[in-house]
């Protein structure tokens, strides 16, 4: 079974400082894909950035950048330089056997 | 960029009967549709996958005969509730893509909270 694991419930952050969300998981395949979601209060989710299981060069999206571990299975999320609006859930999602596994959610507070 | 659109946004209806949320892909073709339902504070929980022009595959534990899912073209998947009970309200949403998009992590609908009554 594929899983994925958020074992940060909650989590806090001042405005303009740096956090990272922590997600590992498990699969046996060596192609596919990971990603972290953004849930706000509307409930839509949008998706925050990406990573080929098959590049070791690590993704970045503006202020979003993950550390990508293959061998150890893990796939943070750190956001610098956090505003406001980046209070949600973050959900980490793992895309393979052409389905995606979703861990339980990070929600991230940011105080001003 | 891709756009889903998830009709209606929120939905009461009364015990017994059956409503059908839509899932619609804008501005591209999804040769898959996911349908997933999310709880209060809780992840998304896959119900079942929608490929065009055949039958749904379901998850383990969701019953196909209440929960029917129809993808008929490759820019419309539906979800009809049937005989719906309190214990269906909750909120659903779709993503759409192609496994060959894969790499982009599919687009998600809005999502819709339906209340049963």
């Known amino acids: 079974a594929q899983t994925v694991t958020q074992s940060q419930p909650e989590m806090s952050v001042q405005e303009a400082e740096t956090v990272t969300l922590s997600c590992t998981y498990d699969?046996?395949?060596?192609?596919?894909?990971l990603f972290w979601y953004k849930q706000p209060p509307s409930r839509q989710m949008i998706l925050v950035i990406r990573?080929?299981?098959?590049?070791?060069q690590n993704a970045t999206e503006n202020r979003f950048s993950v550390n990508f571990q293959k061998a150890a299975k893990s796939f943070s999320l750190k956001i610098s330089d956090s505003q406001l609006g980046d209070a949600a859930m973050y959900f980490c999602a793992v895309y393979n056997f052409n389905k995606f596994y979703f861990g339980s959610g990070t929600k991230l507070n940011v105080k001003p | 960029g891709a756009v889903v659109s998830q009709h209606p946004s929120w939905v009461i209806c009364k015990s017994g009967t059956s409503v059908k949320i839509e899932c619609r892909s804008l501005?591209?073709?999804?040769?898959?549709m996911f349908w997933y339902r999310q709880f209060p504070k809780q992840s998304l929980m896959l119900m079942a996958t929608s490929n065009e022009g055949s039958k749904a595959t379901y998850e383990q534990g969701v019953e196909k005969d209440k929960f029917l899912i129809n993808h008929a073209s490759l820019t419309l998947s539906t979800l009809t509730v049937t005989s719906a009970h309190p214990e269906d309200s909750s909120f659903y949403i779709c993503?759409?893509?192609?496994?060959?998009?894969?790499?982009?992590?599919?687009?998600f609908g809005s999502g819709t909270r339906l209340t049963v009554v």
């Open positions: 990573q080929e299981a098959y590049k070791q």
């Open positions: 501005d591209f073709q999804a040769t898959t």
């Open positions: 699969t046996s395949e060596s192609d596919y894909y």
């Open positions: 993503s759409a893509g192609s496994p060959t998009d894969r790499g982009s992590g599919y687009t």
